[in-house]
C-alpha cells in the first residue's frame, strides 16, 4: 500500500518559516483590509547601531509585488522569486559583508502593482524582512519609517498584460541618498503593520528553493543607429505607448558605428526627436543602466528590442508589446536606471526630445540563474556550432525565477515551454532544482476536476487552460525521475497526478478515444511548404485529435510506472488497461495503410487529411518500436526520402519532440539534417541571430510591407542545439538518476563536456572517425 495517499510530511519537514517580523505598508493605502493602490512605489528605512561588525548576518526579505533592497547605501540584490502567495517564497541573504559597526541601515524600494500579472498573483501591498545579525534581530515593525517614492508616475501605461507598469521616472523628485544611514528621515511617516501568519493571505513561508539570480554588468558595444523621428502629441500619460508607437512608424534611421559617450546630434526643429540606437552586441535579460546629461525637465524614452527589424525602426505594439521606459532629466549629469522592469534586449532606442544632450555610458546588469557548472561544445560544422552556443545562450536568458517562455514579450512559466527548457538544462548545467519547483508549483495551480493552468504562478487571467500542458506536466515527473533518481515529488503529488489524468476520462468514448477536447489547444504553429496548417490547429467539434491521445497515452504510461514503482496494485491494473486499450485504440484511429502513416485527427464521418511531422513523432516515442513496420513506414514517409510538400513541418516548439523521436529510432543523422533545415533563416548570417526564436520567421506583414507582429526572438522552447549535442551526438540518456550510454555512430567530428545531473560530466571527443566517451562523476 502507498501510504503517501493518506499522510504527509510531518510540519516539521515542511520547511515553513516562522518570523516576528510584520507586514509593513504605508498607512495611507491601508486603511482597510481591501484596499488595492496600483502602481505604488513605497521606501522604507531602518537604523539600527551595532557594537561591532558582525561575521553572520542574514536577511529573509519579500514584499508584494517587487522589491530592491540596500544596506547602508550599497545595492543587494531585487526579489522576489514568482510564487503562489499561500506559498509564498522568501529570499534568504547572506549580508554580512555590508554591514559595519556603528550606524548602520536597512532600505528597501517596493513597488506594489495593485493587479496580478504574468508571473505574480496580487495579494496585499506589503514589506516583510527579518534580519538575524550575530545575537541582534531587526524586524519589519513598527519602528520602521516609509515614504511614497513620488519619482515614479502609477498613471503610467502597463507594459502588457502579462507585466507591470511602464517605468516613468522624474529624476527631479528622487533623492540620491535616500538608503544612506546619513540621510535624514525626521519627515517620513512611520509603517502601517499587520500580522502575517493569522491575517494575511501568506498562508505559508517558503525558503526560496532556487538560488539567487546572478548579476553582472555588461557595457553596451556601439551606437549603431542615428536618425530622427516627429513628435506626436501624446495625450494622458495612460496612452503614451499609443503616442510612441505613432513616432516608430515616423523614424528614419541611418546605421552608423559609433563609440559612447557621444553627443546627440541636435534635433532639425522643435516638432521632432533624435533617436539613437545602442547594440549590446548579444540579447541580454535584466536591467538597464545608463548616464545622460541633458537641460532639466527633458525627456528622454528608451525602447528596448531583442532584433533590429529590416527598415531598422523599433516595433512597438499598441495592444501586447510595449517595451518602454521614460526618463525626465535634472539639469546636467544623471545616472539613470531600471529599477524594476527587468527585460531582454539587444538594442536600445533612446529618443532625445531636448538638446545640448550627451549619451555618456550604457550598460545592462545582466540577470541570469547561477550554474555552478555549464556545458562545453565544440565542432567544426559552423551551422551545428552556431545552433549549440545560440541555444546554450537562450536557455541562459529564459532561465531567471522560472523557466520562462521569453525574457522580454511574456515572462511567464508555461509548462510546456518549462518541459522542453528542464530537458535541455539537464544537459547545460544539470542543476534540476527548477524543474522541482514547477512540478509543485503547476500542483498549486489545479483545480478540483483535475485541469492545471497553462502557465503559474500567474494572474494574467486571459486564456482557457491548455489540456496538453496538463499532460506535460504529467510527464515531466518521469522527466525528473530519470534524471535525478528523485521519487519524493512523485510521492507528494501522486494524488494530484492521479486527478489530472482523470479529468481527460470525461471525454472517453466507446473507441477508448478522448473526443472534443475543450479549452484551448496549442500543439505546434507548423505548415506545410504551401504554407496550410494541420488539422489539429485549425480545429473544429466532432473531432478526436491525434496528439491529445499520443500525448495521453504517454502521460498514461508514466502513470503505470510510478504506480508500480510506488506499488500501488489497483492503480497498476487500471493504467495497465487502460494504456493497452488506447494504444490500440490510436493504431485502429490514426493509422492510414494508404499514406504509410498517423494521419492527425479523425471524425465520425471521415478522416483528416492532413499529416504532420509533431503527431508521427509522437507516435514512434510512445506507439510504436523501433524497427517495427509502422515506425519503418512513418520514417520513410514522414521524415525521410518519400516525404512530400503537404507534410506539415514541426516549428521550434515540437523541435525537442522530433529530435527525441528520431533518436529513439535510431536516425540521428536525419535529425540534425532537419533540425538544421529549420533553423535555416535563424542560422544565416542575415539574421545574425545571438538567440533562438519562437517561430521560423520574425515577423509577420501587411499586404504594404508593414510589419503588423513580431514573435520573440528569444524563446527557449527551441534551443534544441542542446539536446543535439548531448543524446544525438553525445548518446547520452538518464535512467532513474543515472547516465546511459548508447552505441552511437560518429556523425561529425567534435568534443565536448556536458554537465548532467547527479554531478556527472560526459567527456566526448572524435578521433580517427571513432567517438570517445567518458563519464566522471564529482562526489558530493
Request: aromatic share 12%; with cysteine.
Amino acid at each position: 500500500m502507498n501510504q503517501r495517499r493518506f499522510v504527509r510530511d510531518k510540519v516539521d519537514d515542511l520547511g515553513y518559516l516562522h518570523t516576528n517580523a510584520k507586514l509593513i505598508w504605508l498607512q495611507a493605502e491601508t486603511e482597510t483590509y481591501y484596499d488595492r493602490p496600483t502602481n505604488s512605489y513605497v521606501c522604507f528605512r531602518k537604523k539600527f547601531n551595532l557594537p561591532k561588525k558582525e561575521s553572520e548576518a542574514t536577511v529573509r526579505v519579500f514584499a508584494d509585488s517587487r522589491y530592491v533592497l540596500y544596506i547602508n547605501g550599497q545595492y543587494i540584490t531585487k526579489g522576489p522569486a514568482r510564487s503562489d502567495p499561500r506559498w509564498q517564497f522568501v529570499d534568504i541573504i547572506d549580508v554580512s559583508d555590508y554591514l559595519r559597526e556603528g550606524e548602520n541601515v536597512i532600505a528597501a524600494m517596493v513597488l506594489y502593482y495593485g493587479y496580478g500579472t504574468g508571473h505574480s498573483i496580487d495579494s496585499i501591498p506589503c514589506f516583510l524582512l527579518d534580519a538575524e545579525i550575530g545575537d541582534a534581530t531587526i524586524l519589519t515593525d513598527s519602528s520602521w519609517v516609509c515614504k511614497k517614492c513620488e519619482a515614479f508616475r502609477p498613471n503610467a501605461p502597463r507594459v502588457n498584460g502579462c507585466k507591470g507598469p511602464c517605468e516613468i521616472f522624474d529624476c527631479r523628485n528622487y533623492e540620491d541618498n535616500w538608503m544612506m544611514a546619513d540621510y535624514n528621515d525626521g519627515n517620513w511617516e512611520r509603517v502601517h503593520t499587520r500580522e502575517v501568519h493569522r491575517l494575511s493571505p501568506f498562508r505559508n513561508l517558503l525558503a526560496r528553493p532556487i538560488p539567487l539570480l546572478r548579476e553582472e554588468k555588461i557595457d553596451a558595444v556601439s551606437v549603431v543607429g542615428i536618425g530622427e523621428g516627429v513628435a506626436v502629441a501624446e495625450g494622458p500619460l495612460e496612452r503614451l505607448h499609443h503616442a510612441i508607437k505613432a513616432e516608430c512608424e515616423s523614424m528614419a534611421l541611418k546605421p552608423t558605428c559609433e563609440a559612447l559617450p557621444l553627443r546627440v546630434p541636435p534635433r532639425s526643429s522643435g516638432e521632432r526627436f533624435v533617436v539613437l540606437c545602442v547594440d549590446f552586441g548579444k540579447v541580454l535579460a535584466g536591467y538597464l543602466h545608463f548616464c545622460v546629461s541633458g537641460h532639466e525637465g527633458d525627456v528622454v524614452d528608451v525602447i528596448f528590442a531583442e532584433v533590429q527589424p529590416p527598415d531598422l525602426r523599433p516595433f512597438v505594439n499598441g495592444t501586447t508589446y510595449r517595451p518602454i521606459s521614460r526618463f525626465i532629466l535634472r539639469e546636467g549629469s544623471n545616472d539613470l536606471q531600471v529599477f524594476f522592469n527587468y527585460d531582454a534586449m539587444r538594442y536600445a532606442y533612446f529618443l532625445f526630445r531636448g538638446d545640448d544632450a550627451k549619451l555618456c555610458s550604457a550598460s545592462m546588469l545582466w540577470v541570469t540563474y547561477p550554474m555552478d557548472r555549464t556545458s562545453s561544445f565544440f565542432t567544426t560544422d559552423q551551422k551545428l556550432q552556431k545552433l549549440w552556443n545560440i541555444s546554450a545562450h537562450t536557455l541562459r536568458l529564459c532561465m531567471q525565477d522560472g523557466f520562462l517562455d521569453s525574457p522580454s514579450r511574456e515572462q511567464q512559466q508555461w509548462m510546456g515551454d518549462a518541459r522542453c527548457q528542464a530537458r535541455f538544462n539537464a544537459y547545460l548545467s544539470g542543476d534540476m532544482r527548477m524543474l522541482r519547483k514547477i512540478l509543485y508549483q503547476f500542483a498549486q495551480s489545479q483545480d478540483y476536476e483535475g485541469m492545471t493552468c497553462a502557465r503559474y504562478p500567474d494572474q494574467n487571467i486571459n486564456w482557457a487552460p491548455i489540456p496538453d500542458f496538463c499532460l506535460q506536466w504529467i510527464s515531466a515527473f518521469e522527466d525528473y525521475y530519470d534524471f535525478t533518481g528523485d521519487l519524493k515529488p512523485t510521492y507528494d503529488l501522486y494524488d494530484h497526478m492521479i486527478r489530472a489524468v482523470r479529468w481527460f476520462t470525461a471525454f472517453v468514448r466507446k473507441d477508448h478515444l478522448v473526443w472534443d477536447i475543450p479549452y484551448w489547444q496549442y500543439y505546434d504553429t507548423g505548415a506545410n511548404a504551401l504554407g496550410q496548417r494541420s488539422d489539429y490547429v485549425v480545429g473544429e467539434e466532432g473531432c478526436a485529435c491525434a496528439v491529445d491521445n499520443l500525448m495521453l497515452l504517454e502521460a498514461v504510461a508514466v502513470m503505470l510506472r510510478f504506480a508500480e514503482l510506488l506499488e500501488d496494485e489497483e492503480a497498476i491494473e487500471f493504467y495497465g488497461d487502460y494504456h493497452q486499450n488506447l494504444a490500440e485504440a490510436c493504431k485502429k484511429a490514426f493509422w492510414s495503410e494508404e499514406k504509410g502513416c498517423m494521419i492527425d485527427c479523425i471524425r465520425p464521418t471521415h478522416p483528416s487529411e492532413s499529416v504532420s511531422e509533431l503527431v508521427n513523432a509522437l507516435a514512434l516515442l510512445h506507439l510504436f518500436a523501433p524497427h517495427s513496420p509502422e515506425a519503418e513506414a512513418i520514417l520513410e514517409n514522414v521524415f525521410g526520402k518519400a516525404a512530400n510538400d503537404l507534410i506539415v513541418r514541426a516549428d521550434f516548439y515540437s523541435s525537442s519532440t522530433i529530435v527525441r523521436a528520431l533518436e529513439k529510432h535510431e536516425e540521428r543523422e536525419c535529425a540534425i539534417r532537419l533540425m538544421l533545415d529549420l533553423y535555416a533563416e535563424a542560422l544565416s548570417d542575415q539574421a545574425d541571430a545571438t538567440s533562438t526564436w519562437e517561430t521560423r520567421k520574425l515577423f509577420r506583414y501587411d499586404n504594404r510591407g508593414n510589419i503588423t507582429w513580431q514573435y520573440s526572438a528569444c524563446h527557449a522552447w527551441g534551443a534544441i542545439g542542446l539536446l543535439l549535442g548531448a543524446e544525438v551526438l553525445g548518446g547520452v540518456r538518464y535512467e532513474s538518476g543515472v547516465p546511459v550510454l548508447d552505441d552511437v555512430p560518429t556523425i561529425i567530428p567534435f568534443q565536448a563536456e556536458f554537465c548532467m545531473p547527479n554531478g556527472w560530466t560526459l567527456i566526448c571527443k572524435t578521433e580517427d572517425n571513432k567517438l570517445i566517451r567518458e563519464l566522471i562523476r564529482e562526489e558530493e
